[in-house]
T-cell receptor, first 115, second 110 residues
Framework: ETGVTQSPTHLIKTRGQQVTLRCSSQ?????VSWYQQALGQGPQFIFQ???????GRGNFPPRFSGLQFPNYSSELNVNALELDDSALYLC??????????????FGSGTQLSVL | RKEVEQDPGPFNVPEGATVAFNCTYS??????FFWYRQDCRKEPKLLMS???SGNEDGRFTAQLNRASQYISLLIRDSKLSDSATYLC???????????FGKGTRLHILP
């Protein structure tokens, strides 16, 4: 096990609602990144947080936002949910701020279904 | 052209055979390369990093060809437990952007 925990494991929402997903990083890791994985696709990078600041973002609209807390845990918020937001949302932590060069430790993910 | 492209498969390979996957990337500024393995309904896990000189870890060999912008993964003496989806990952230090391929599905047949 990686030590990265995500909650909840499954979630069902309706179109237009808002959702908050949570991630606790592995002990000693200060960088958290979030990914969206649709069925049959690879994970798509949403954004990354290092020491409470966003320091990298993929091609996702502003309704996808996040936070990182002083204990390095993180939240992903999605507003105005759309049907296409249905996916597995993965959180990954890494030890020292440069996730591009580091091994990513993934949590088990949150399966979000938007009806 | 997609940023990272992989043959989706599935590759159906008999146990004990050798199988190879390729992955191409479009951005020549890419600096870090990895192979991850993802089992069905599970999270991805790092299989190996890929270095310019090529690297080997047991039955697994990874190669990087910067001139042609592709990386490869070779699995020798395949085992049933190798059945999984193999994800190619390319990263650029600038903006810490990390790009996953769609993955290649491998089924090892008894």
């Amino acid at each position: 096990e990686t030590g990265v925990t995500q909650s909840p494991t499954h979630l069902i929402k309706t179109r237009g609602q808002q959702v908050t997903l949570r991630c606790s990083s592995q002990s000693g890791h200060n960088t958290v990144s979030w990914y969206q994985q649709a069925l049959g696709q690879g994970p798509q990078f949403i954004f990354q947080y290092y020491r409470e600041e966003e320091n990298g973002r993929g091609n996702f609209p502003p309704r996808f936002s996040g936070l990182q807390f002083p204990n390095y845990s993180s939240e992903l918020n999605v507003n105005a949910l759309e049907l296409d937001d249905s996916a597995l949302y993965l959180c990954a932590s890494s030890p020292s701020g440069g996730a591009a060069n580091e091994k990513l430790f993934f949590g088990s993910g949150t399966q979000l279904s938007v009806l | 052209r997609k940023e990272v492209e992989q043959d989706p498969g599935p590759f159906n390979v008999p146990e004990g055979a050798t199988v190879a996957f390729n992955c191409t990337y479009s951005n020549s500024a890419s600096q870090s390369f990895f192979w991850y393995r993802q089992d069905c309904r599970k999270e991805p896990k790092l299989l190996m990093s890929v270095y310019s000189s090529g690297n080997e870890d047991g039955r697994f060999t990874a190669q990087l060809n910067r001139a042609s912008q592709y990386i490869s993964l070779l699995i020798r003496d395949s085992k049933l437990s190798d059945s999984a989806t193999y994800l190619c990952v390319v990263a650029m230090n600038r903006d810490d952007k990390i790009i996953f391929g769609k993955g290649t599905r491998l089924h090892i047949l008894p």
